[in-house]
DNA sequence: AACAATAGTATTGTTGACAATATGAATAAA
DNA sequence: TTTATTCATATTGTCAACAATACTATTGTT
């Protein structure tokens, strides 16, 4: 009877970690900026307390370091770092979708191709190309995660690991590249995942998402 | 001049982290036993504050789980959820066997060997198979993490992972399985990096850890 | 002018007190 | 006996004040 009451029930340290997280990976917490207390403090309304509880938690998820006796900056990624966070999404990613090959119902591919028909309509709407790179791509990858069945997967994947990402697109403003491939490469995958083929579905994920640090360590190259 | 006198300069959040993290994992604080704020404030002699910061650092680390207005509670792994985690680290550690076959040095081959030879001595003693089992088998996969030179992967399966696995073997108190095959396998995985094949290393890492987690999934189908 | 020392300020670290919620026991009703 | 209800207690959540440290600007010296 009172469980709708419980759910909205809530910490101030839980909602004001979320409203400080969101305003990392937008962008509105300058990466590398320090996060002062008593400002923030001031402007979420609440005290020290819970404030710092929850710069814990940003701590934990590796959006802010912090220094004894100095504070917490706003974490600011490099390309190397960037890189490396490919390199563990490749190798994870891979892995969700062979999980996601061998338990993916029909109904669930289904879906995947629902979501993959709804990105190429809003490309080919006039600012489609800015939705799809910023949004409809890790939509995709979302829910193949979410297939896999792996619990802890999911959640270091889409509760740490993409915020990551969108810190660094955020930070360089790079909404670049290959949408047209990509979306080529997203419905072969979906062509594995109907067929149950584990090693495919895990080969194409991996290959996928392999463009993508290619493209950053050209970068790197110059 | 003073760097050494600011070595020692850390927080009580963090002293206390770490002290409830190994205390956690090894088993002191049982899986599944609450976490009384007053009661841990009373015995490490802190108050409050930092103590519910540390707790925040441990939620982090996914060895506690926290409910608000509740408390937070000494994470309990059960089967399934251990065999995530090993789905989870051997995909992560043939990464890193790969990448460390692509970096690692002559010396650093030669570091390998001699932690090996190490073990072997400490096995053929009396409890050396204990030993073994509880840190010496994690010590390898430990150098071999640091050599892929993936900085965050090593955060992740050292920082993370890996205390995760010792609570669960302690809290199954399961010291089990093949030292002997475990110990061949080690040498053919070294044996792969000092010939640079990245491929081999991979799948010879991904083979042995599979095998420990086919252990788990057999235990699940009793 | 450049560097070192120092004083003042701001920020972080820590604490104890208070408010809000949950837990458990005792009582009352069915 | 079992189920609700109420009350007392314990624990968590939050706050504001104090202590300790780091940062900044000023001064003084070479």
């Given amino acids: 009877m009172d ?36 400002q923030l403090s001031k402007q979420y309304g609440i005290s020290r307390g819970p404030l710092r509880e929850a710069i814990r938690r ?19 990624l490099n390309l190397e770092q960037a890189i490396e966070i490919y390199e563990i999404r490749e190798s994870l990613e891979g892995l969700a979708c062979r999980l ?19 990105h190429e309509k809003q490309i080919e709407s006039e600012n489609g190309r800015l939705y799809y790179q910023k949004e409809g791509d890790l939509d995709f990858h979302y829910l193949i995660v979410q297939l896999s069945g792996n619990t802890r997967l999911f959640n270091f994947l889409c509760g740490e690991l993409y915020h990551l990402l969108r810190l660094y697109r955020v930070q360089t403003s790079s ?44 970068q790197l190259n110059q």
């Fill in 3 to 38: 469980s709708q009451i419980r759910l909205k029930t809530s910490t101030l340290a839980d909602t004001v970690f979320d409203q400080i997280r969101t305003a990392i990976v937008k962008g509105e917490l300058a990466p590398g900026s320090k996060v002062n207390e008593p």
């Fill in 100 to 118: 996601a090959a061998s338990r993916a119902s029909a109904d669930d591919c289904l879906k995947l191709r629902e979501l993959l028909a709804n």
């Fill in 58 to 76: 940003l701590e934990g998820c590796k959006l802010v370091e912090i220094t004894p006796n100095v504070g917490a900056k706003v974490v600011s």
């Fill in 175 to 218: 909404g670049p590249s290959r949408p047209e491939q990509a979306f080529k490469e997203h419905h072969q995958i979906v062509d594995a995942l109907e067929n149950q083929d584990e090693e495919l579905a895990e080969i194409l994920m991996k290959r996928h998402i392999s463009g993508a640090k290619n493209t950053l360590i050209n």
